[in-house]
Every structure is written in C-alpha cells, then in structure tokens.
C-alpha cells in the first residue's frame, strides 16, 4: 500500500493526501510540494528544524543515536584507516578511491596548491589585522573574477575539476590569510607535498623554506579535516546550495557558505569555545559559568554543546576527544585547558538542565584544544573548519546542478505586518 499523510482542514473539513517518501536511511519525508496548491496554506518551520530542502546520497546523520555516515561509512572507521584526500575522494566520487585514481586526483590538486598570482595583491587591501576569516570569504569570491571558465558549467567533466581546483586553493588562501594577518612573507605552496602537509608548510615555513613538521602533527590535522568535510544539510551547506540553486558561480556560493560558517553558533564556534574556557581560566570556576549557561536570563551559553541534530554525543566530539589524549605527550596539549574542558564536559553531563535538552560536547568543543597544540592560532580554527568543509560544499553544490527536482530556493513566509493601507 502507497504510503500517505492526509492533512484535513477542519475550517472547512477539506482533507489532502500527501505520499510519504521512503530514505534509504532515517526519517520518512511527507512530500508537501502540491500543499499550497491543494490547500491554500504554507508550513511554518523557523530555522527548517523539520524540513528537508532537498534529496541527497553523500551524508547521513543519525542525532538519536550520534551516528556519522560518508556515503555509508561511519565517521570513525573513516577517521582510523583513510586520509583527508581518501575523504575527499568518497564525498565527491560515492565511493573510496583505488590507488590510480587517488593518484590522478592527489598529482591534479597538487598541481593547483597555486592562486593567480594577481589574487596575491588582494591580500594588500586587508588591514594586516584583519580577522583571516574575512580575508578568506573575499577572497574565494574574488576567485570567480579569475576563474570565470567556471560560470555556467553543465557538464560533469568540469564539475569534478572545478571541485579538486577548490580544495586545492583554499588552504593557500587560508594560509596566506594567516601570514598577511601576522605580518608574515606569504609563502608559497609546495607542489610535492601532502596537501594536509602543504598546508602546515605554507603556515610555519621561514622565508628559506625551512619548516619543522612532524607526521604526529600532520595526521591528527587531517582527520580533523576528514571530520569536518561534510554534515549534510546544515546552515552553511544550506546557504551554498541556495546560492547555487540561482545559477550563480560555484566560488560566490562557496564564499556565501564561508560567511555563514563564521557565525559562532556554526563553524565560528570552535574559536569561542577556547575563549570561553580562558575565560573560564580554572577548573574551580566552572560551575559559575554553568550556572550562567542555565540561566534563562543570561545569553551566554557554553560554546561546543548542544547541536540541532545530534541529541547525543556528536561522534566527531568523540573521536577528537581520543585523538586528544593519544597526543598527549607526543605534542604540547594545554592540560590547563584540557582540565577545564573535561570538568564542563563532567558537570554538564550529569546536569539535568543539559540532559533534559539533550546537550552534549559536539564537534567544536574538542577540536579547539588540537589545534592549538598544533600551533595554530585561534583566529584560524575557522578558517581550519573552512579547508574540511569545502569538499563537502562542492559535492552538495554538484549534486543540487544534477538533481532534476531541484529548484531555486524561495520560502514563503507568516506574514504579519500592516494590512493593505493608503497614504492619503
Ligand atoms: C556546528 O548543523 C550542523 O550540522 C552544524 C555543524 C556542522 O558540522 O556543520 O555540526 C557544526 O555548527 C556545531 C554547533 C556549534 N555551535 C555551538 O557550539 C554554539 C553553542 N550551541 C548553541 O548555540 C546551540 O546548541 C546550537 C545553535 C548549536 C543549536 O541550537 P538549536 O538547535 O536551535 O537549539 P535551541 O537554541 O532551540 O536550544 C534548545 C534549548 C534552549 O533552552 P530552552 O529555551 O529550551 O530553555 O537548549 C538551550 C537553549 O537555551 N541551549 C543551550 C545551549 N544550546 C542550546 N543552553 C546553554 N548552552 C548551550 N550551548
């Protein structure tokens, strides 16, 4: 039997049926696309906490049960046994890469590590403190003055090209972002290395191109790449697809994405989170900042908790957590920090107010503590978020330009305003 939903409008007893959608996975979805048409009236969902915008295969995630999948694969098995590009590959392609292809795709993003040498004069406009998160949003918009080839793609040969071109130029724009903002020489990427390495190498290189990198440090920057690449229809990747659903130009939609992901109840909050616990400054402080956190009349709240999905623990908050206490030793983990991070993570655990709305440590509120023992300053924990997500964008991006039910993106509204009224 055809599975529905009847709606009935007891204003006038009118009742519709509306065919549920079977997923391979999750929730079923009542088709509502006729429902206007059929009934006069618009669904009210601020912040589209029960919607789904769109049909997708890349990214499923479980928020009961805190569960991950690339294209099926749990986070964590991805995060144990494949490599950022591996990531990267499986997001864009559906499928993780034998080696020849991982070959053809690693030697093409390599070849693109380099910007036209013309963005480089960008960087002058920018106050040299200018926060690297702005640099990198206009930036990658000025991309599409240089890369115009791109405007109106339709075919899938130039989609998977355009999409390595992008992951291969943001980490450069990232890093130079950090360089101008410090007041450094910008330096130039390295086409034989790793792009996770690369990256590191564009960050700490010394003009003569001495750079002191080890593999701990490396692989624990790309899983945090790999954990961040996709997380299917949150705010940023909503935005990048609402551009994209106009026609626009794949780099304006990914710079729309960037400045949505800045935000610190998104991307921007891996930042706040190392500042809240400075803030914080001691262990004994804690249960006063949690006390703040509660209070209905306070608008602080704790930074790297609660998520509107995952009503569980985030399972990226899980493996960074791990990969936290595997570094320790190996690299200079702040214990201070760590020590306060734990004890909020402890106290918000067994508090009710955190239990009964299901808010746990996601996937901001660990990573902060990585990146700095990496010596990456915070201003750029965002701009890391950025470099992981972009695949994640781009293949949302193409999979909406091949999704023949995708249309541009136009919600109505609950009007409340002024009725209809003349001047004189
Ligand atoms: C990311 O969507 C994604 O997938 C995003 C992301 C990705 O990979 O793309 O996972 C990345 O953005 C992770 C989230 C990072 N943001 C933060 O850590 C900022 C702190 N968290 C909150 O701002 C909040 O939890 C959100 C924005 C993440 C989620 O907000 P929701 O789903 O809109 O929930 P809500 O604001 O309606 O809160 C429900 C209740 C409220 O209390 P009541 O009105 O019911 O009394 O929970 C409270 C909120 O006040 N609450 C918090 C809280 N988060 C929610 N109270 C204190 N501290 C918090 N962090």
């Not at 991982?102 to 920018?126: C, P, R, T, V, W």
């Not at 191109?209 to 790309?222: Q, S, T, W």
């Amino acid at each position: 039997m055809k599975k529905s939903i009847t709606f009935t409008d007891n204003r006038n007893g009118k009742s519709v049926e509306f065919p549920i959608l079977e997923p391979s996975l999750g929730a079923d979805v009542v088709d509502i696309r006729t429902l206007y048409k059929e009934m006069g009236i618009f669904t009210y969902d601020p912040g589209f906490s029960a919607t789904a915008s769109c049909s997708s295969d890349i990214t499923f995630i479980d928020g009961g049960k805190g569960e991950l999948l690339y294209r099926g694969y749990p986070i964590e098995e991805l995060a144990e046994n494949s490599n950022y590009l591996d990531v990267c590959y499986l997001i864009l392609n559906g499928e993780l890469p034998q080696k020849n292809s991982y070959d053809k795709m690693n030697d093409y993003i390599k070849s693109e590590y380099l910007l036209h040498e013309g963005l480089k004069n960008l960087f002058n406009a920018f106050q040299d403190n200018a926060h690297p998160m702005a640099t990198l949003t206009s930036t990658v918009a000025a991309l599409s003055s240089f890369h115009f080839e791109h405007l109106d793609i339709d075919n899938e040969a130039e989609y998977r090209e355009m999409a390595y071109k992008i992951v291969a130029k943001i980490p450069t724009i990232a890093a130079y972002s950090y360089r101008h903002s410090h007041g450094l020489p910008l330096i130039y990427p390295d086409m034989d290395r790793y792009f996770t390495k690369n990256f590191l190498y564009m960050m700490r290189a010394k003009p003569n191109g001495k750079a002191n990198i080890d593999d701990v440090e490396m692989r624990a920057l790309d899983t945090i790449f790999s954990l961040h690449a996709d997380h299917e229809q949150n705010a940023s990747t909503s935005t990048v697809r609402a551009v994209a659903s106009t026609g626009a130009h794949p780099y304006a939609a990914i710079s729309a994405g960037i400045g949505a992901l800045w935000g610190r109840a998104h991307g921007g909050a891996n930042e706040s989170v190392i500042s809240q616990l400075e803030m914080i400054g001691d262990v004994k402080n804690v249960e006063k900042f949690i006390k703040k956190a509660k209070d209905p009349n306070d608008s602080f709240r704790l930074m790297g908790f609660g998520h509107r999905v995952y009503k569980n623990f985030d399972p990226r908050a899980k493996v960074l957590k791990k990969l936290r206490d595997e570094l320790k030793g190996k690299v200079e983990i702040d214990d201070k920090i760590s020590k306060i991070a734990d004890r909020v993570e402890e106290i918000a655990l067994s508090d009710d107010y955190f239990i009964k709305r299901n808010l746990y440590p996601n996937i901001d509120f660990y990573s902060g503590t990585i990146l700095t023992a990496l010596q990456i300053p915070k201003d750029m924990f965002t701009p890391i978020f950025v470099i992981g997500r972009t695949i994640g964008w781009i293949a949302q991006w193409i999979e909406l330009k091949k999704d023949r039910e995708a249309k541009i993106a136009r919600p109505r509204q609950l009007y409340t305003g002024k009725k209809r009224r003349h001047i004189k």
